[in-house]
């Protein structure tokens, strides 16, 4: 059977409204999303592209389709995701995501399966989590599960990239979401290293990243990052339409952010 074959459809109409959603989903509910970039992410054009991102929050996968389709749309893009939550969204299977069945022999053969499949394609992309649980971002050392490494020990020439994600409350009501491509490790052939060795590999990798992007969130500095998205700012309410009024009477612009004189 040719790779192609078992990689799944995906609804680029339905991916399309989802995204917008997305996009007005994560404005609504943070008050910035905040980009980092350690390497061009040019550099990466033609190699079929690993992502491994970290696995903080709920919002990751939010976080990972919007990232996905604002730098990367021009990929066939896929996502492994739990069976048993993909039974209760099974839209997600028209976006990319496909369903495996976590520590079983089962759901790690389809795992190698379709992860092959879509990185045997210059224009391939597969996001992981390979955590494969909720860790903190200061959790250190960083710890990733084993497939990443026996998937790209199959293959011949693949880019693995590191993102790094992390939310944080600085000076507003909302949070603040912030994101870090790290530096991609190019792969000629698989075969090179052991598994296990590219798990290492992979393992130091992302927690590079995750101390980089880390290190500039404590610093509060905002031009370290590009606005990716600008949400929801101000107390809300009575209180907020009482200082805009109170704005225009003195012939000034309202500026709800908290952080703002």
Known sequence: MKPEAVLPPIAKRQLGWFTRYIHFYLRRNFHGMHLMQLSPLDNLDGWPLLICLNHPSWWDPLMAVYLS??????????????????????????????????????????????????LSRDDGALWVTPQGHFTDVRQRPVHIQSGVGHLTQRLRRVAMLPVALEY????????????????????DDGRDRSAKEWTACFSGALEITLDALSH??????????????????????????????????????????????
């Open 69 to 118: 389709q604002r730098f990367f749309r021009d990929r066939r893009q896929y996502a492994p995701i739990a069976a048993a939550g993909l039974a209760k969204y099974r839209f997600f299977e028209r976006l990319g995501f496909f369903g495996i069945d976590p520590g079983t022999r089962s759901g790690a053969s389809r795992f190698l399966e379709i992860g092959e499949a879509a």
């Open 168 to 187: 944080a409350f600085w000076t507003e009501r909302y949070a603040e979401a912030f994101a870090c491509f790290g530096q991609p490790v190019f792969i």
């Open 216 to 261: 500039r969130v404590q610093l509060r500095d905002e031009s370290a990052f590009e606005a990716l998205l600008a949400g929801g700012a101000g107390v809300g309410g009575v209180y907020d339409l009482w200082r805009g009024l109170k704005a225009r009477m003195r012939g000034k612009k309202f500026e709800p952010e908290h952080g703002r004189i």
